[in-house]
Nanobody
Framework: VQLQASGGGLVQAGGSLRLSCTAS????????MGWFRQAPGKEREFVGA????????YYADSVKGRFTISREYAKNTVYLQMNSLKPEDTAVYFC????????????????WGQGTQVTVSS
């Protein structure tokens, strides 16, 4: 599986962005999908994840209520809708795929996208 993330950019605090992650292959529906981020000088952190069916999602406390993950199976794409963005959301965002149950650790994921930069100005 190859993952291509896109949609990052520069936005003012309080604004919104939607990230996309498109997967190659025909088994997209078999994978749990996760989003992670890494800010400069910091470790990669879990943002949120979706089960393979999309029926279950889980978010980090720092983004709960502001970020939403959804999946569009016809396009092999998972989205991360980010609202009420804060400067502390600035990071490179990565999508990842797990051929199994989703988790909050990067080690639970088998495939990674290349990352897309999100910058939130104050």
């Amino acid at each position: 599986v190859q993952l291509q993330a896109s949609g990052g950019g520069l936005v003012q605090a309080g604004g919104s962005l939607r990230l996309s992650c498109t997967a190659s292959g025909r088994t997209f529906s078999s994978y749990s999908m996760g989003w992670f981020r890494q800010a400069p000088g910091k470790e990669r952190e879990f943002v949120g994840a979706s089960s393979w069916s999309g029926g279950s999602t889980y978010y980090a406390d720092s983004v709960k209520g502001r970020f939403t993950i959804s999946r569009e199976y016809a396009k092999n794409t998972v989205y991360l809708q980010m609202n009420s963005l804060k400067p502390e959301d600035t990071a490179v965002y990565f999508c990842a795929a797990s051929y199994g149950i989703y988790g909050t650790s990067g080690g639970a994921y088998d495939y990674w996208g290349q990352g897309t930069q999100v910058t939130v100005s104050s």
